[in-house]
């Protein structure tokens, strides 16, 4: 009965019963980790969603291609670009806990609303209160994964919000894939309103989450409750940790607190979340995933043809998502950084020259893979670890609600503009977007220099060193 007791290499139970409290409590970490990052997989889904939905609303309401592209494709980004400003308050005020709660209804509300709505203005407001909710999330749920995680596993929790996202994207071209003509003159409704299940679950769910403790300790001097989270999630030593909170806090408050977000303190940090913010958007992501259908209807694909290669660039996303997940804190933000630029630049290039020289459909997609398979492993992977951790305490979600402006700013222009390039009877490149990519692929050789010169190393350092390191 003796070695019933027993742990692995002849550990007591005396010893072995702390450590699997540890292993417990790490579980309930990555369990909140997991909870919150399901804000991704709505993001995800609801972003790309549209797509399936594009042509058949134009059919349905006889929208113009500015019309279109403002308020039918772009609304939804337009209030993630609202919800990305002004999502660091009401985070700073009230916690990250409701606000993660508050995501839930808006993306639920949202999803009913677009689905029922009978005219293209009441569709564009019930778009743009979604994308309130996608803008919201991509501050908190960063900032919440990144507040409770320890340095060597920051990266891959943090990352598993941009899984969510992809594995989002991915149900997303499914979805759209099986309900078309499912529903008949209605099945984009059908593809919008499924969005409120996952919705609802997650809701529930993000109830049995704690709050930040790094946010109860900066902003309410909590430090009972921000020890008892401490102490759940598995820190060994809660008390250091507190006692580092509060230095670092104590630092940024007497340092910086005066000169406020703007400060010549912060211009390093502001200029690296602008920059991977502006380059993620810069290398086409958004305008692929957006406009997959007709990109590879212009290869000579077939409408039902084309619905089905996006659900492989969905799933190529997933998978090299998953690299991406299991090369983040191994070897680093940067290498990935780099790795992903090198893959945007040759796949970019590639498809340029594939639409110039009317190659096949099959290279062409193939190259398109590669630069999915590219985001996943680089910025895909990096861009909301990074925005999460580079920040101070302090101003962690206004740092956040920044970065994540810039991206859905730029995200919002380039999908505002989109229809004037491609649509079928008075797109600029109607007939062969080539120089789009190639655009694009110019772009990523800046976005390289960029991040061999300029981007620093946040792999394995505490957010409190990285302050110190990065806000001097």
């Keep these: 009965m003796r070695d019933l007791f027993l742990y692995k290499s002849g550990t007591s139970f005396r010893n072995f019963l702390p450590q699997t409290i540890l292993a417990m409590n790490q579980n309930k970490l ?30 349905l309401w006889h929208t113009s291609e500015l019309f279109h592209g403002l308020f039918i494709m772009s609304m939804a980004l337009w209030g993630t670009v609202v919800g ?20 839930g209804v808006l993306f639920a509300v949202s999803a009913i609303g677009s689905a029922l709505a009978q005219d293209p203005y009441t569709f564009s407001i019930f778009r743009f209160m979604g994308g309130i909710g996608i803008g919201v999330s991509s501050v908190v749920a960063p900032a919440y994964i990144s507040e409770i995680s320890a340095p060597g596993t920051r990266g891959r929790l943090g990352a598993m919000y941009q899984f969510n996202i992809v594995f989002g994207i991915l149900i997303a071209f499914l979805s759209n894939y099986f309900l078309q003509g499912a529903g008949g003159d209605n099945d984009w409704r059908w593809m ?13 769910m993000v109830l049995g989450v704690p709050e930040s403790p790094r946010w109860l300790i900066t902003k309410r001097n909590d430090l009972s409750a921000a020890k008892k989270v401490l102490s759940e999630i598995g820190v060994a030593d809660v008390d250091t940790e507190v006692s580092s909170i509060i230095a670092s806090n104590q630092h940024e408050t007497l340092t910086g607190n005066t000169s406020g ?95 110039s020289s009317h190659a ?25 670890v990074f925005l999460s951790e580079i920040f101070p305490n302090k101003i962690r979600a206004m740092g ?73």
């Design 261 to 355: 977000f703007f400060s010549s303190k912060h211009k390093t940090i502001i200029w690296l979340a602008f920059m991977i913010a502006f380059f993620n958007q810069l290398s086409g992501i958004n305008f692929i995933l957006y406009y997959a259908p007709e990109i590879l209807s212009l290869s000579g694909l077939g409408a039902k043809e084309s619905l089905l290669n996006s659900i492989a660039i969905g799933g190529t996303n997933l998978v090299f998502t998953f690299v991406g997940l299991y090369l983040i804190d191994r070897l680093g933000r940067k290498t990935l950084l780099i790795i992903g630029s090198l893959g945007y630049i040759f796949s970019l290039a590639m498809v340029a020259w594939c639409f």
């Design 30 to 59: 990555l369990r909140y980790s997991v909870v919150a990052a399901l804000a991704g997989f709505i993001f995800g889904f609801d972003t790309v969603v549209i797509s399936g939905a594009n042509q058949p609303i134009k059919d």
């Design 192 to 204: 919008l309103g499924v969005l409120v299940v996952p919705s609802v679950i997650y809701t529930l």
């Design 360 to 384: 096949s459909p099959v290279l062409l997609m193939t190259f398109l893979l590669l630069f999915i398979a590219s985001h996943a492993i680089g910025q895909g992977a990096v861009i909301w």
């Design 400 to 472: 956040q609600s920044f970065g994540a402006s810039v991206h859905w700013i730029f995200a919002g222009i380039i999908t505002l503009i989109t229809p004037v390039f491609l649509d079928k009877d008075h797109g600029i490149f109607k007939d062969n977007p080539w120089p789009i990519f190639a655009f694009f692929a110019f772009m990523m050789v800046l976005q390289l220099i960029w991040v061999l010169t300029k981007v620093p190393e946040t792999k394995g350092v505490s957010l409190e060193e990285l302050e110190k390191k990065l806000a001097g």
């Design 84 to 103: 990305a400003l002004f999502g660091g308050i009401p985070a700073e005020k009230y916690g990250r806990k409701k606000v993660l709660i508050w995501i």
